[in-house]
């Protein structure tokens, strides 16, 4: 880590997954002459985008419509989302996902040749493209695949990006990024950037994300100024396994799967979520309804449910039966193939012939990184999109299926106006931009290659997993002032406890524990602003379930949470900002029988 | 700072897998059977030479070491068959709409049928 | 099984900063039949020895980053469960013929470098234009590439193939699977180009067909089937150049 490089592009993308990989397609096809850098963490398709299963909403059949897609979008964010982002991206979303099909995304098809639909939870009519149940992994090695066409992109793989370098007019130039092979910082500078660094679902033990889900996005654009919105909602996927949290796909209870408790009964029937069909029924799955209820509810469900004594206890905690024996293995191998391999390899049973255990599961953040609908953040030239970012479309709770799609929409959009801005403020200074990355350089050097952390007597993993069990008892599925208080209280103790991590190696080479260190940071950062952020809530909507106070309050609520980070990494400042409503006024949540019916 | 390290490959890398001394067994079948073709050329020149010729040289191969030979030759085009014929789905995959033929009837159907099918008609016109 | 039972891993130690040899370093893990050998790895790395270095990340088998010899054979450490080698030690070294960065991480610049050469996009003489809607595609033609494009980059099947350690011109099973699934992709029409690439010299021939690359692929992606007919594709292409200079295209 002697020395620090310069590498000048025109923009700068953090983060190589979908949104990161549509953006830095947007730029290099509208404008050859620019050369666009892609800094990741990790090779572009291990990113976590790889892991999605079911599918991706955008309106394309004739019995379906863009009021449809929008209503259930708005509804299911419990009227948290601001509308008029909603309407740009159902809109443009089918531009988007045909634009995925022409750059060979192998969407399962019709007899007839079009792309073939399924009904996710929430969704009034079926709207999901899907390829089988590996979506996500089609869609990231597609999109990674058609950037290998341009010469103009350039990757920076297995690059740390730490600090976002910012000019004397404080407009957003770089960053400074860690060469995992060597260790050498470089300054990857630009005329703008943008973050797309995914979620934070490891602040929480059990977890559906992966390993390099940490916030290190969110964490930087927090400590460089911009708020966290909405922070407190966190989305736990109602069927995730035992024991690892691996996903099983909502695709599965689109298929027609349902849920059973410990005696065999479809309890989700008892929670307002409607009546159930017989399986053989044809109208069955019912949309909108039962199993394709929207996932905050069901998670809630299960709760319940385990209160009530009917859930099964295993040794991984108590789950519930997705149930999918009644599918056939034939469907089962063309439509969810993953979900068989998945069940059988991790969980040990075939669901052709027994039923899953399920529990709900952290899965995504509808918060993060403050973005207005052109996906620009309050800094000048600085830009989000994809999970890291907050537009917000999610609102309260995030229809399943839609930030596959949001990761295309709005990693364009943000590509489109990054490169705009690149060419309207095309000069910066790059001996001050320098200064900074070696400053940052230093701080890292300083902070973890000398005491305390040289000497010190904390280990990363006992951090990180305190932190896990303070988040998952104090700001789970239901939270109240005791265990938020309490949960706050932990993550500050915590972040005292970090400036003592010692680390076991103070080499430069690909030191993987130097960047286990930094996401613990940026999980602490993150953390931090969910807790505050859930505290100050002073409701319940969607996902953020308070049981002190249990009803929706949109007198004082109907608001994003913005929380700013404090220098001295105290409790974050907490602001509110009004939901843009524009056609669609709050209203009741319902799923059921008169499920959409309530529209205006 | 010595960089990165680089594993040598071993000479005898083929002993590393037992498929590797698989493969290496499929590939020396092709001597056997080469072997086997330059004895059928001989004999074909010896019957045209004359009976005199076909004769002698027909009786050189009654030796015990002659036929040693052509049994470890037909070993080896047996087994260099049923290999060949294992291969027959991967590289030639057939599919009936969207379904792949499964590889056992694909072997039959690309592999032994075809060949059971032309050795009977070889077999009709030669004993008939 | 009793609560303080462990398992032995041996692991592949190396740092490009201080060793001119790798080495092995033994260490006992609480054993646990539902953990993965990545589990064991990390258990490791949080509570043994920070300084132990892999990569890993989703732990569900998609995301290709955790590849390693586990006793001699390509796996995913994610996928390989202690319950299938338990009681016996566990040795894990980096997958074999690549350069080894540090400890269990390999250079995997080379295979990046493969995956480019081969095309592995859409390639269309007419213009990009969405309005249109999609390309149609019946699923009997998606069935014809789409088990090939099931390859999540693991690199398993560079470990398992001889031919990839020997002949460096030799683009390997994944990239060359991936390029044939370009080939076989209704909407596409880049055959010719990508053929191009791929004839040259060792770039496909030198294939022999050992097949392990299939065996060890945790996606069935069969790339040994993908090259023999991406060599029968290439042998009618080189025919049809050979008969038709300049009317070669496809």
Redesign the interface.
């Known amino acids: 880590m002697s020395h620090v490089t310069t590498h000048e592009h025109d923009v700068i993308i953090i983060g190589g997954g979908g949104a990161g990989l549509r953006a830095a397609i947007a730029i290099a096809e509208e404008n050859p002459d620019f050369s666009v850098a892609c800094v990741s963490k990790v090779y572009p398709m291990r990113s976590h985008t790889v892991t999605a299963e079911g599918g991706a909403a955008a309106v394309i059949k004739d019995h379906d419509s863009l009021e449809d897609h929008i209503y259930d979008t708005i509804s299911g964010a419990d009227w948290l989302a601001d509308q008029d982002a909603v309407e740009y991206f159902v809109n443009r979303a089918p531009r988007e996902m045909i634009q995925l099909e022409h750059w060979g995304c192998p969407w399962s098809r019709k007899p007839d040749g079009t792309v073939a639909v399924r009904p996710f939870g929430g969704m009034k009519i079926e709207r999901t493209w899907f390829a089988a149940d590996k979506t996500g992994f089609h869609m990231l090695h597609s999109l990674f695949q058609t950037t290998l066409k341009y010469g103009n992109i350039v990757r920076y793989d297995e690059h740390f990006a730490t600090k976002l370098l910012l000019d004397d007019e404080g407009r957003c130039r770089g960053c400074a990024a860690i060469e995992l092979r060597t260790g050498t910082v470089r300054a990857v500078l630009g005329k703008s950037v943008i973050i797309c660094t995914g979620g934070a679902g490891k602040a929480f033990p059990f977890t559906t994300n992966g390993a390099i889900k940490t916030g290190d996005g969110m964490a930087m654009a927090y400590q460089a100024g911009v708020a966290l919105k909405d922070m407190e909602f966190i989305q736990y996927h109602p069927t995730g396994l035992p024991g690892t949290g691996i996903l099983i796909t909502e695709a599965s209870r689109g298929e027609g799967g349902i849920l059973v408790n410990k005696d065999g009964h479809r309890y989700l029937q008892d929670y307002d979520l409607g009546q159930p069909l017989d399986v053989n029924d044809p109208r069955h799955p019912q949309k909108r309804a039962m199993e394709l209820g929207p996932r905050d509810k069901l998670s809630q469900c299960f709760i319940k449910e385990k209160n009530a004594g009917r859930t099964i206890r295993t040794r991984d905690g108590h789950v519930v039966h997705l149930d999918l024996r009644h599918l056939g293995e034939k469907k089962i191998d063309k439509r969810i193939p993953f979900v068989r391999e998945l069940a059988r390899s991790y969980a040990g049973i075939d669901p052709v012939h027994q039923p899953i255990p399920v529990r709900p599961v952290v899965h995504y953040v509808m918060g993060g990184i403050d973005v207005d609908s052109n996906s620009a953040t309050n800094i000048p030239g600085l830009y989000a999109a994809g999970e890291c970012a907050c537009v917000s479309i999610n609102g309260a709770n995030r229809l399943g299926s839609n930030s596959l799609t949001e990761l295309l929409v709005f990693g364009g959009q943000a590509g489109t106006h990054a490169a705009r801005f690149a060419m309207d403020h095309p000069d910066y200074d790059v001996s001050a931009l320098l200064a900074q990355a070696g400053d940052e350089r230093d701080r890292i050097r300083r902070t973890y290659f000398s005491s305390p952390h040289k000497s010190g007597s904390e280990r990363i993993a006992v951090i990180r997993k305190e932190l896990h069990e303070s988040m998952e008892d104090g700001a789970g599925i239901y939270r109240d002032a005791d265990s938020l208080e309490s949960t706050c209280t932990k993550i500050a103790e915590l972040r005292e406890r970090y400036a003592n991590v010692a680390l076991d190696d103070h080499t430069n080479s690909f030191n993987t524990e130097l960047t286990a260190a930094l996401e613990l940071s940026s999980l602490l950062d993150v953390a931090q602003s969910m807790a505050h952020s859930a505290m100050q809530r002073t409701e319940s909507r969607g996902s953020h379930q308070r049981l002190d106070h249990p009803e929706r309050n949109d007198d004082d609520f109907l608001a994003h949470s913005l929380a700013y980070h404090q220098e001295d990494g105290s409790a974050p400042r907490i602001e509110y900002r009004p939901v843009t409503i524009t056609k669609w006024p709050p209203g009741a949540r319902t799923y059921g029988a008169d499920s959409g019916l309530k529209r205006e | 700072?010595?960089?990165?390290?680089?594993?040598s490959?071993s000479r005898a890398?083929?002993m590393e897998?037992p498929?590797?001394i698989r493969?290496m067994i499929r590939?020396l079948t092709s001597f056997f059977m080469a072997a086997y073709l330059i004895v059928l050329i001989i004999t074909l020149a010896k019957v045209g030479a004359g009976e005199a010729a076909a004769a002698e040289w027909l009786q050189a191969l009654s030796g015990t070491g002659w036929k040693v030979a052509h049994a470890v030759a037909l070993a080896a085009a047996v087994w260099h068959t049923i290999t060949f014929f294992a291969?027959v789905?991967?590289?030639?995959?057939i599919?009936i709409?969207?379904?792949?033929l499964p590889a056992p009837i694909a072997k039959i159907v690309m592999g032994y049928g075809p060949w059971l099918t032309v050795t009977a008609v070889i077999l009709w016109g030669v004993l008939r | 099984m009793p609560d303080n039972e462990t398992i032995t891993l041996e692991l592949f130690r190396y740092h490009p900063e201080t060793d001119s040899e790798p080495r092995f370093q033994s260490y006992d893990v609480p054993y646990d039949e539902d953990w993965v050998v990545l589990d064991a790895i990390n258990w490791i790395k949080d509570y043994v020895d920070g300084s132990v270095t892999h990569r890993w990340s989703c732990r569900m088998g998609v995301c290709g980053s955790c590849g390693m010899m586990v006793n001699g054979e390509p796996k995913l450490t994610c996928a390989a469960f202690l319950k299938n080698y338990y009681p016996f030690p566990i040795k894990v070294e980096p997958l074999v013929n690549f350069p080894v960065e540090r400890d269990l991480v390999v250079d995997m610049e080379g295979f990046m470098d493969k995956l480019q050469d081969v095309k592995p996009y859409i390639i269309r003489d007419d213009v990009n234009d969405t309005s249109g809607g999609e390309y149609r595609q019946s699923p009997a033609e998606l069935a014809q590439y789409k088990q090939y494009s099931m390859c999540i980059n693991c690199m398993l099947c560079y470990s398992a193939c001889p031919v990839v350690g020997h002949e460096d011109e030799f683009l390997g099973p994944a990239a060359l699977a991936l390029g044939h699934r370009y080939n076989k992709d209704s909407r596409d029409q880049g055959q010719s180009e990508r053929l191009e690439v791929m004839l040259s010299s060792e770039a496909m021939w030198g294939c022999t067909f050992v097949g392990e690359c299939s065996v060890v692929c945790p996606k069935h992606v069969d790339p040994a089937g993908a090259i023999q007919q991406a060599k029968a594709m290439g042998a009618q292409e080189y025919f049809k150049r050979f008969v038709m200079p300049k009317g070669a295209g496809v």
Do not use: N
Request: charged content about 25%; proline content about 8%.
């Open positions: 700072m010595s960089g990165q390290y680089h594993r490959h890398w083929f897998r498929a590797y493969f590939e291969a789905p991967q590289a030639m995959p599919y709409g969207e379904d792949r």
